[in-house]
């Protein structure tokens, strides 16, 4: 049973444009969101983060938006650049019970010059 | 800052054997954790420990070892393979919650194929 479930194992976006990457997930006691990137051969690497108590968390290029009543979550990256041509992963914990992540499957993304 | 290590990057075992995969970090971290990673899965949480002495199972314990004799430690033992191992291993390590930073930061990966 998924509980962080990413349901476009891949995505092709033009360098420039906007990439959205979407997570859902059925836990509602989740209350901590996070995203990572991967490249090939290398760990995942910390991206952004989003608390519960909030619905919006930007960093440059990077946003997320929490949903918690649809119980979704999504990151937009704009312009999108080929560097950031990677694995994306959604991961949720709750954080009363510690730093327990629960990933999502992946969602390649392809970003074309 | 090395981050997080782990040893060795590559390995090829057979079914039956035993070897520990090693794991350090220089961040004076509480929280240490393993996870394996599959094709098509995302990454799933086998052991964690929330500080030396301390471990806890995740979501896919069985078959693995763990111990946390020093903060910077955390080495995971597999007692005996089994083809079912074969898989990338991440070590990752972080602040434990309820400190100002909840990322978890993961090392290389451990590629182990069990034949």
């Known amino acids: 049973d998924q509980q962080v479930k990413q349901n476009s194992p891949s995505l092709s976006v033009q360098e420039g444009r906007i990439s959205i990457l979407n997570c859902d997930y059925t836990?509602?006691?989740?209350?901590?969101f996070l995203w990572y990137k991967k490249y090939p051969a290398e760990g995942p690497t910390f991206l952004i983060s989003i608390s519960s108590i909030k619905d919006k968390n930007e960093d440059g290029r990077f946003t997320v938006f929490l949903n918690k009543s649809a119980k979704h979550l999504s990151l937009h990256i704009v312009p999108s650049q080929p560097g950031d041509s990677a694995v994306y992963f959604c991961a949720a914990s709750v954080l009363r019970y510690g730093n327990k992540l629960v990933f999502g499957a992946g969602t390649i993304l392809r970003v074309k010059s | 800052n090395a981050g997080v290590t782990q040893t060795p990057k590559f390995q090829v075992l057979k079914t039956g054997q035993s070897m520990t995969l090693q794991c350090a970090q220089d961040?004076?971290?509480?929280?240490m954790s393993w996870y394996r990673q599959d094709p098509g899965m995302g990454l799933r949480l086998i052991h964690y420990?929330?500080?030396?002495?301390?471990?806890d199972q995740g979501e896919v314990p069985n078959g693995y070892n763990v111990s946390r004799s020093t903060t910077e430690d955390f080495p995971l033992r597999l007692l005996s393979a089994a083809p079912s191992q074969t898989s990338v291993y991440f070590c990752?390590?972080?602040?434990?919650?309820?400190?100002?930073?909840?990322?978890?930061?993961f090392g290389p990966g451990t590629r182990l194929t069990v034949t």
């Open positions: 836990n509602s006691m989740f209350d901590y």
């Open positions: 420990s929330v500080g030396a002495g301390i471990t």
């Open positions: 961040m004076n971290h509480e929280y």
């Open positions: 990752a390590s972080s602040y434990r919650a309820g400190g100002s930073s909840y990322e978890q930061y």
